[in-house]
């Protein structure tokens, strides 16, 4: 699977995960087309733990976004955060992925910039992350 990105909101989540002391969150929503999943918008939602190392997406937020996104032709593919470490998957990461296995999980590093993307399919899946 491939993950595109427009190169401007990829810098924007970025350049607030390199400025921000909590883990950023937020929901990726845009369209998946057979092995493609085009991101179209990035919303932010606030981190409930306000922590550093942990996050939680304000459910009253979640709900409120996910009602937005029933009425247009495009869905939650997926969440991104930040991570104050490399760009990779934690423990915790996986518990929550194993939930989630038809999203795509954005994961930016608050030390370098860098970007992944990962899917779970019964275990951790990189997958390519294009930016358009």
């Not at 990461?93 to 019964?122: C, Q």
Request: glycine letters at 6%; charged letters at 30%; a positive charge.
């Amino acid at each position: 699977m491939i993950l595109e990105v427009k190169r401007n909101h990829l810098e924007k989540i970025r350049a607030e995960a390199l400025k921000t002391r909590a883990e950023l969150c937020g929901f990726i929503i845009g369209r998946i087309e057979g092995n493609k999943a085009l991101a179209v918008e990035f919303r932010r939602a606030r981190n409930v733990l306000n922590s550093a190392i942990r996050f939680q997406i304000d459910p009253q937020e979640f709900l409120r976004v996910l009602g937005e996104v029933e009425n247009r032709t495009m869905d939650i593919i997926g969440f991104y955060h930040s991570h104050p470490s490399l760009a990779s998957p934690s423990a915790e990461d996986e518990k929550f992925m194993s939930l989630w296995p038809d999203k795509i999980w954005l994961i930016v590093s608050s030390i370098n910039g860098d970007a992944r993307a990962f899917v779970y399919k019964g275990r951790i899946e990189e997958i390519r992350l294009k930016e358009i």
